[in-house]
């Protein structure tokens, strides 16, 4: 099997990306924050399970939920994602400024997460 076919047969297998909310740019993500980002994504994207210090669980939001955990320039940035048979759901894109995730982002992710199933059903 040449490259060309094996990197389009792997790139037919990964799970898209659906973005409910946010989105990754510069600002607020600095280029090296955007790389990592990028990198960690795609890494979802083709199966890989991510553990800490890069990923946590959320279950305070949903079954599998998790938050990309990005370290910036003077700022730590959050992806809240949900990890779907069939894609990786992008919840939420913020910047956290306090050990907890505040309780509107719960909120608004679950709102999100609900009105999604409700439209995907």
């Known amino acids: 099997m040449s490259n060309l076919t094996y990197n389009a047969y792997v790139a037919a297998m990964d799970k898209p990306l659906v973005w409910l909310r946010g989105e990754v740019r510069t600002p607020p993500f600095s280029q090296a924050a955007r790389v990592e980002a990028g990198v960690l994504l795609r890494q979802l994207q083709g199966g ?17 939920c998790h938050e990309l955990r990005i370290v910036d320039e ?48």
């Open 48 to 64: 890989a399970k991510l553990g800490l210090p890069h990923s946590r669980p959320m279950p305070g939001i949903g079954a599998r």
């Open 74 to 121: 003077g700022a730590t940035l959050r992806i809240i994602y949900r990890l779907d048979d069939d894609a990786v759901v992008i919840i939420d894109v913020f910047s956290k400024k306090s050990r907890q995730t505040p309780v509107q982002v719960i909120v608004v992710c679950r709102r999100r997460l609900r009105q999604y199933d409700e439209l995907t059903l």
